[in-house]
């Protein structure tokens, strides 16, 4: 019994050496490749993506239910904007912040009649929401949109002419419905569609349905 047990502790001892190894060769190859591609802006990309605590947790405060003692809160705690005020990538509507010191700030309960004040969501998300430019009025499709990150981060980013929330597995289908419910007021409702279909179909189904596309 004892014998098994070490025999299984060594296993997963030498597994993590390997996965280790493994890891600084992939991150050489990297620091070799980028920085020859990227020149100076690679340190700062290559700190960012040392530190996963810095994005994985990001908090999107919901510009449909502002709150400054979120805000005041997250700051107190060491968050600091994604992009400062000064960047041109910032946006006055889309406030997300990031934390370098692990931990997380903690999800808010669903309270009945009450939308929440904040997302917490992969900073890479917002990334893409800003990469799309969306203009107002324009159609989005989020094709493959559960739990609903992108899509909450799309509507504060901007005021899409409608919104399409596609996603096919049911469940995960019915935890997209809640995070909109959750985040954005019914008056908006309206702006915004759900389908549950194999996102590969849309673009036949709906040819140029679609301004801007995520997933
Ligand atoms: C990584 S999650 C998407 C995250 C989401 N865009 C967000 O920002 O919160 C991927 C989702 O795509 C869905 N999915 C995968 N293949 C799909 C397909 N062919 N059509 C529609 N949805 C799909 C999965 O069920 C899953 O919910």
Not at 65 to 74: H, K, P
Not at 140 to 145: G, R
Request: with cysteine.
């Amino acid at each position: 019994m004892l014998f098994c047990h070490l025999l299984s502790k060594l296993e997963t001892k030498s597994k993590t050496k390997l996965q280790k190894k493994i890891c600084q060769v992939v991150l050489s190859h990297f620091e070799k490749q980028y920085s020859k591609e990227l020149g100076e802006v690679w340190n700062s990309i290559s700190q960012v993506l040392s530190t996963p605590q810095c994005w994985q947790y990001a908090v999107l405060l919901n510009k449909f239910n502002f709150s400054s003692e979120v805000e005041n809160d997250l700051r107190l705690k060491g968050y600091r904007l994604i992009f400062p005020e000064t960047s041109s990538c910032f946006r006055q509507s889309l406030k997300c912040y990031i934390s370098s010191s692990p931990g997380r700030f903690p999800a808010q309960k669903h309270r009945a009649g009450k939308l929440k004040e904040y997302y917490l969501l992969n900073a890479a998300s917002v990334l893409a929401v800003l990469a799309l430019e969306v203009e107002n009025g324009e159609k989005v499709l989020d094709m493959c949109a559960a739990p609903g990150g992108k899509s909450i981060a799309t509507l504060q980013y901007a005021w899409p002419g409608l919104l399409h929330c596609n996603e096919y597995d049911h469940l995960r289908s019915r935890w997209l419905k809640q995070t909109l419910e959750s985040f954005i007021p019914e008056s908006l409702m309206s702006l915004i569609t759900v389908s549950q279909l194999d996102g590969r179909q849309i673009g036949n189904l709906q040819p140029e349905g679609f301004d801007k596309v995520c997933n």
